[in-house]
């Protein structure tokens, strides 16, 4: 359903409110060219359907990634014959805004694709306390040179998360 489609009055929990329609029209500038949200209104794209599809630190600032996702996969080739491979902050200071909507955990990321329909191959995670102690001070990704060496992954402090499903 279209978020600027008629109320369903048989079931509100499908209803969208008119400040959330507002800010969908305000996110959704002009013919919608360049937002992945339009990308199942769009005719068949050239070589489709696709072999990989690249989806790196945007799915923060989808209002709908299921959609996307959704979306994307059916550009894709069929029978796990297609994949995406994607990459997005799990800890991070809101940027871009107001379109910075959420963040995943990397168990977050697996049921997100899986509910679009994607068979997981891989999921991974990086960080660890200095990175995410010198982002938040600083408010901005720390350079290799600014962390503690030696680097280590701490599991329990993800800051990038990502997947190849």
Known sequence: KNCNDEKDSDNDNNNVDNEMVETMTVYSYGDGYGDLHELYTLPPLPNEPFDLAIISQTFEHLYNP??????????????????????????????MLPFHFQHYTPMGLLILLKQAGYNIMEIGQWGNL???????????????????????NDPNIPLQIWALA
Request: charged share 10%; net charge positive; aromatic share 4%.
């Open 130 to 152: 200095n990175a995410a102690t010198l982002m938040h001070l600083n408010q901005s990704v720390p350079s290799y040179a600014h962390l503690n060496k030696p680097i280590e």
């Open 66 to 95: 299921l959609l996307v996702l959704k979306s994307i996969l059916l550009r894709l080739k069929p029978n796990n014959q297609g994949c995406l491979f994607t990459s997005l902050p799990s800890l991070s200071m809101p940027h």
